[in-house]
């Protein structure tokens, strides 16, 4: 026992190492990001060579089995390896910023020509996630009535006292509408 510490990644058993499918409909900087991500966190972490190079293929395994191409793996281990050993990147990075930035939904396919084509007029280019066919039909609560909603500003017309009520309640507007009725039987309108 030479009393040292080794590092490596944990797991949970619950692990999968499943991770965003290469065809799927992302951005392909996305997708360079996780491989640069997992093989920076093995750079990093793991002091070991030989613990290391058991993690960066463990990495590689996983994202060959979600499609990922032999390409894009060099790729984001060698950008992995290039940000961790200069520092003098950051500064060149700085000193060209964008002139201004733009936002548009991705756009397979299109999305990045038309970040070449803004990169040219030195305008950065973010992708956002589009409306999707789930986000057209999965709604995870389910919609309010008006009278449950909170925060309602109102205009009501009194069907006993013919007032019209205009205001706005912190509360459900059904427990000012009950609110009402009860000041209605009390007969002191509000």
């Not at 750079?43 to 960066?56: F, G, P, S, V, Y």
């Not at 803004?118 to 996630?129: C, T, V």
């Not at 909170?150 to 019209?164: L, S, W």
Request: aromatic share 6%; glycine share 6%; with cysteine.
């Amino acid at each position: 026992p030479d009393n040292s510490i080794t590092t490596d990644v944990f797991r949970k058993e619950t692990h999968t190492d499943h991770y965003l499918q290469w065809s799927s409909n992302h951005p392909v900087q996305q997708k360079l990001g996780i491989v640069r991500t997992l093989m920076h966190r093995a750079n990093t972490l793991i002091q070991d060579h030989a613990l290391r190079e058991a993690e960066k293929d463990r990495v590689r395994t996983a994202l060959r089995n979600c499609g990922y191409p032999e390409w894009a793996l060099r790729e984001g281990d060698s950008s992995s390896k290039q940000r961790k050993g200069s520092k003098d990147s950051n500064r060149k990075t700085q000193e060209q910023s964008p002139a201004s930035y733009a936002v548009l939904p991705y756009m397979k396919g299109i999305s990045e020509r038309l970040k070449r084509a803004f990169a040219k007029h030195n305008i950065s280019l973010f992708s956002k996630p589009g409306y999707t066919l789930r986000n057209a039909l999965v709604s995870p609560k389910d919609p309010l009535s008006p009278s449950e909603k909170c925060g309602v500003i109102y205009k009501v017309t009194c069907e006993v006292c013919g007032e019209v009520y205009v205001g706005e309640t912190e509360r459900s507007l059904g427990e000012r509408s009950e609110e009402h009725q009860k000041s209605m039987e009390r007969q002191d309108c509000k």
